[in-house]
Each structure stands twice: as C-alpha cells, then as structure tokens.
C-alpha cells in the first residue's frame, strides 16, 4: 500500500512506525506528567485540607488544630497534642485552605512547649547539682559531669550561706558537726577549720546522717568484764594486728563496755577518749587471745564520721544516679560541658543559675525523695523549665515514650515552673492572651 500511495518502496517514513513513535512519546509525557504532579504534591503539599490532626500554615508558619469539623489556632505543638490526645507532627498546607475551613477560636497552655524533643533515658543520665564555690552560681546537670568524686571517709565542712549550722559532706552524706564541741574538733581535727558557704539547694540535695558526736555509753565508769582487768566502762583498748590491714600500724580499736567489747575505728575511738575519762597515756594494749575471751558487741550506737578533710576545690557536686537512688559527692576545677545560664539567675541565691540538658533532647521526670519511692510526672525541658504532667496518659500523648527517669525533688525544686501540662488545659478557648503589662 505504501508503494502504491508514494511510489517508492523504500520505507524511508514508514507511517505505522510514526504511529509508535508519537504513542510512545504521548506515554511517556504523561508518566512525567504524574511524576511530577506527585513530587509537587510532596514538596508543596496542602492546596486543601488533609485528615491530619495538626495543621502548619505554610505562609505565616501559624499552628492550627482540628476539634471535630472546627480548625483552631493553636498557641504550641504540646497544646495541640494534648488536644488531639495524638503525638502527631504537623502537616504543612497553604494558608487559603485553612481560611477556608471553618474556624474556631484560639486554644492551647500559654507557655507549654513548642517543640516536644525526645526524652533522655535513665541509662543516659546522672543527676548533679554543682556549685562553683567562686562565683556561688549553681548547676543542675542531666547527664554525665565528667567530676571526680571524693576521696571516701573524707569531707567537706560546709554551712549554708547566712546560716550557723556546720555540716560535714562525705560518703554521700551530710552530717551535722557542733564546732564548739572540743571533743568533736580535737578526735576530727577541725581546729582552725572555717566552713565553706554553699547554696542551701546544694546542701538540701544530699541526705543526711546523724550528727558527729560522741557515742552514748551507759555506766561509764562502771567496772568493765573481767577479762579486761578491770578497766572501766567507756575505756578505750586496742589490739596488734599480726597482718596490718588499712588502719594506722595495723592495730584494732575497742571500746570496753558492760557485756563485751565494741569495735570502733580510730577516729570515733579518739571521739570517746576526749569525751569519757581514759586510763593514762595511750590506750591499753591487749593481748589478741584476751579480746578473742570477751564477748563482742553492737549495743551502742556508733556515728559515721570522716578520717580527714578533702583538698580545697572550686567545684562541689551532689550526684545523684536514677538506677540506684545513691547520691555521690563529686568535685573538680569547673562544671564542664554545655550549660544554658537562665534568666532567673540569682548567683549566691536559692535559685538554680544553669542547666546542662542536652540541646534538642528532654527528660520526663518522676520526683522522687533521696531515698527514691514514687512521685509525679513531670517534663525538663532543655531550656531548664519544668512542667507538671497530668498523668502517663498525657505523657504518652506527649509523645514522651519510655520509663521516666527518677529525680530527687530536692535537686528540682529550684527550676523555673511552667505551666501544668494536660488536655483539659489545652482545651481552653480564649479570644486573647492576657496581658502582661
């Protein structure tokens, strides 16, 4: 047919191929056609409405919240979540839908957080409240401080500033000390020892032992066993060690009581023979078979107390780990790592001057006592504020997965506050923020 119609055989435009061709291409234009239409519906989503439940304006970057058929200026991402009570992200789309759907009024926690960071785990955390003792601005750190701790069985003498109290910090606890007990200074030997001035936060966040003082004995001065020739209840005697352990020329300190013997270690020993009258010089030496004969004891309450005062520092940390609820005393030339100084910095006041979150991460919080128990929920922000939490409901919706991470109250009680985090407060309709004038 070809040849016929163009007298020439040849096939050199052969219709049916311009056919294919032109099909081919019509194909393939519509391809990028569709290709390109979903690209731009990706990049440039929201010409109308989607499902979504927290809803972006493109253009002025305003966040809006769906209630029911109802589009809702919303004041924060963590009120619109609360309200959806959904942990859903935001979905961009062009200003002109939102205009054009019907409208309610703005709702939402004025102050609530406007980005929901994800939550720091307990593995990752160990809480510190420091105190640079130069420039008397506190810490609190959720993290790792990089501090060394202190030497065990020694201390600090600290005192609260603009208080008279003393108290001894070591082994992760705080110890009232009375310096004007001669006894207690002499066996600790505090002479000429003035106390460091420390926040009452920092001191407020270490537990405390019972006061360094002298052991009550009973019937001091009655006759003791017999086995001990007699010496005097409330006497201090001491043994050889054949194999000296950590003690000073390995020997072993006793105090000579009604039923027995009770062993003390040299400081408390030095303790009660400047309280109780003592034989002379220095205390007897027993034989070891003698104090083998005599019954030992544990019928009077002994004190924990420092075997010497710690290295001057700059900075003193009380830490504080989530996954054994012990508190450290921890110390160094500097706090180190990244902090945030805020605004309610008050120096030598009570208040915590910096924090040390992570940026771009969070902490949900459950407050605890020292010895750790239960408490309520609470957000740690990485700007150092803290928000209440109604419930694991509306931690959950949050969008803060996981355990909460325990944290002695003491240690938060400081922070700033932010508003309580819940649904029924997001809900709240309001046609304007109050003023703050």
């Known amino acids: 047919m070809h040849a016929l119609v163009r007298g020439d055989a040849r096939m050199i435009d052969d219709p049916l191929r311009a056919q294919s061709v032109s099909f081919a291409a019509g194909c393939i234009v519509t391809v990028l056609a569709a290709v390109v239409s979903a690209v731009l519906a990706l990049v440039r989503p929201g010409d109308t409405l989607s499902d979504a439940p927290i809803l972006l304006a493109r253009n002025s970057g305003a966040l809006h919240v769906r209630i029911g058929d ?7 991402l963590a009120s619109a979540r609360l309200i959806v009570q959904n942990p859903a992200d935001p979905v961009l789309v062009d200003d002109a839908a ?11 926690i004025p102050g609530a957080p406007a980005r929901i960071h994800p939550p720091l785990s307990a593995d990752e955390i160990t809480w510190a409240l420091c105190e640079d003792l130069a420039s008397e601005s506190t810490t609190l750190i959720a ?19 603009g208080a ?7 082994d992760g606890r705080k110890a009232q000390v009375d310096l004007r007990e001669g006894a207690v200074v002499r066996a600790l030997r505090l002479e000429d020892v003035t106390p460091v001035p420390v926040s009452p936060t920092l001191l407020d966040s270490v537990p405390e032992a019972p006061a360094v003082r002298a ?14 020739n007699g010496l005097p209840v409330g006497s201090v005697v001491r043994v050889s060690r054949a194999v000296p352990d950590d003690s000073a020329r390995g020997e072993e300190f006793f105090v000579v009581l009604t039923g027995g013997l009770q062993r003390v270690d040299r400081v408390v020993a030095d303790l009660i023979r400047f309280t109780y009258p003592q034989p002379d010089g220095e205390p007897p030496l027993l034989a070891a078979d003698v104090i083998a004969g005599v019954p030992h004891v544990e019928t009077v309450a002994i004190p924990a107390v ?3 005062l710690s290295q001057r520092t700059r900075v003193l940390c009380a830490a504080w780990d989530p996954r054994g609820n012990q508190t450290a005393l921890l110390f160094g030339e500097a706090v180190g790592g990244a902090t945030l100084e805020l605004a309610q910095s008050d120096s030598a006041g009570p208040n915590i001057d910096n924090i040390g979150v992570p940026a771009g991460r969070s902490v949900l919080v459950e407050a605890t006592g020292l010895a750790g128990g239960r408490g309520p929920l609470y957000l740690l922000t990485d700007h150092g504020v803290l928000h209440g939490i109604q419930d694991a409901d509306a931690a959950r919706h949050l969008g803060l997965t996981g355990p909460a991470v325990p944290a002695p109250w003491a240690m938060l ?25």
Do not use: K, Q
């Open 70 to 76: 109802t589009v809702h200026p919303v004041l924060n």
């Open 98 to 108: 939102i205009d054009a759907a019907p409208r309610g009024p703005l709702v939402g």
């Open 143 to 161: 993290g790792r401080s990089g501090l060394a701790p202190l030497r065990p069985g020694r201390a600090v003498p600290v005192a609260a500033r």
């Open 164 to 170: 008279v109290t003393t108290y001894l910090l070591f």
């Open 215 to 228: 052991p009550v004995i009973p019937d001091v001065g009655a006759p003791g066993p017999s086995a001990v």
């Open 306 to 308: 420092p075997h010497g």
């Open 413 to 437: 009680a400081m922070l700033p506050r932010g508003p309580e985090l819940s649904s029924a407060a997001a809900s709240v309709a309001r046609d304007a923020l109050p003023s703050t004038s």
